[in-house]
């Protein structure tokens, strides 16, 4: 009987892992990464961090793309498993990534998610309103869009069970 | 007393026909923590106790809209919403609609407004995180009047120079966010989710 149950559990748990563990960069590039602390302190000295490799979260902002090449402006958001970034408030900043590759404009549209791994090469002082704002910039490595979620709330409740839903 | 909890707690009667009554003394312990917990977390007041103390007695915000000279220099605790950031060389200037707070300073009731004021920082607020109609509560500094026109009219923005800045979570639209599962407890749907950390929802 306990032995029977704890297969079920293996199973449950088995696939609970498999699904949570989808992830958006893929491992060959997981593994160059080399700087992994807070996104709060590249954005204060981008210099500092230049030729680091990172990987961020975050909502594109803007989308500046042309045949040869492609500038997205990002609102940086933490990430939570598989890198899948959190649409919360938790932001840190904001961040360009560059490409020589053509981002089209429907796809990478105003409000998406994505998850970027790059190297980071400078920075750019711009303009939001009239604050002087630093943008790090990051040339883009991979870059994983995430499809819309139609409900974020959690759709795992801890169950309190009540006998009859079983 | 098995009857009396049975009354406190309806569902867990139910349960208690279908498992044993040990394993319903567990799920009620569950429950209550839960309900210790939801209670917590809902009345956490966005600022501190120490700038609440600073801010008695409390300054209406009425008179404040009519005789800023008179308060200035005053600490205030200011709620409502965004209407509008501005980030300027160093700092930012947000104008926000007054609304009445609740017992937990977070704002309410916009048609109760009683007018505008302007929040001033030296720190550069999001304006995608910062957007227009979210709520807002303020504790600060009142500093001055800026004096603006506003429709034909001349508005006389009282200016609160930020100490502390709380954004609220966006609320959720419950009607999108049903879910069949809460059912079974009697509808607690409401207060959990309004308590709840922030989920962004568009």
């Known amino acids: 009987m306990a032995l029977k149950h704890t297969g079920l559990f293996l199973c449950i748990w088995l696939l609970l892992f498999s699904l949570g563990c989808a992830t958006g960069i893929s491992r060959q590039v997981r593994s160059q990464v080399t700087y992994t602390g ?3 302190d590249v954005q204060k000295a981008p210099d500092k961090y230049m030729g680091e490799i990172v990987i961020l979260g975050g909502k594109i902002l803007n989308n500046k793309a042309s045949q040869v090449s492609s500038e997205l402006t990002v609102l940086h958001l933490p990430t939570g498993s598989g890198n899948r970034p959190k649409d919360n408030d938790q932001s840190e900043g904001r961040y360009l990534i560059q490409t ?3 981002l089209d404009p ?3 549209k105003k409000g998406d998610l994505l998850t970027v791994a790059g190297k980071l090469s400078g920075s750019e002082f711009r303009t939001i309103g009239g604050f002087d704002y630093i943008y790090p910039k990051l040339k883009a490595i991979e870059i994983k869009l995430w499809p819309k979620e139609d409900h974020n709330y959690p759709r795992f409740h801890i169950g309190i069970g009540v006998g009859k839903t079983f | 007393m098995v009857s009396g909890s049975g009354k406190r707690f309806k569902h867990i009667r139910i349960i208690g026909t279908v498992k044993s009554r040990r394993k319903s003394g567990q799920i009620a312990l569950l429950l209550l923590l839960f309900l210790v917990y939801s209670s917590l977390t809902a009345c956490a007041p966005a600022i501190s106790k120490q700038f609440r103390e600073k801010a008695m007695p409390p300054v209406p915000f009425n008179e404040l809209l009519s005789t800023p000279n008179d308060y200035e220099g005053r600490n ?7 209407l509008e950031v501005k980030n300027k060389q160093g700092g930012s200037l947000l104008t926000i609609l007054q609304a009445p707070l609740d017992f ?5 009731s916009r048609d109760k407004s009683k007018g505008r004021f302007l ?6 607020i999001e304006p995608e995180i910062y957007k227009k109609d979210r709520k807002i509560t303020v504790g600060g500094k009142i500093a001055g009047v ?3 026109p506003l429709g034909g009219h001349v508005y006389r923005y009282p200016i609160i120079e930020v100490k502390e800045l709380h954004l609220w979570a966006e609320e959720l639209d419950q009607d999108l966010l049903y879910d069949p599962y809460w059912d079974y407890w009697g509808h607690p749907r ?3 989710y309004r308590s709840m950390p922030p989920y962004h929802y568009r």
């Open chain 2, 104 to 108: 937990q300073n977070r704002p309410h």
């Open chain 2, 190 to 192: 409401y207060p959990y």
């Open chain 1, 106 to 108: 429907a796809i990478y």
């Open chain 1, 38 to 40: 807070p996104f709060s």
């Open chain 2, 146 to 148: 800026s004096v603006q």
């Open chain 2, 76 to 82: 205030i605790i200011l709620g409502g919403y965004i």
């Open chain 1, 100 to 102: 020589d590759q053509f």
């Open chain 2, 119 to 124: 929040v001033r920082t030296d720190k550069f």
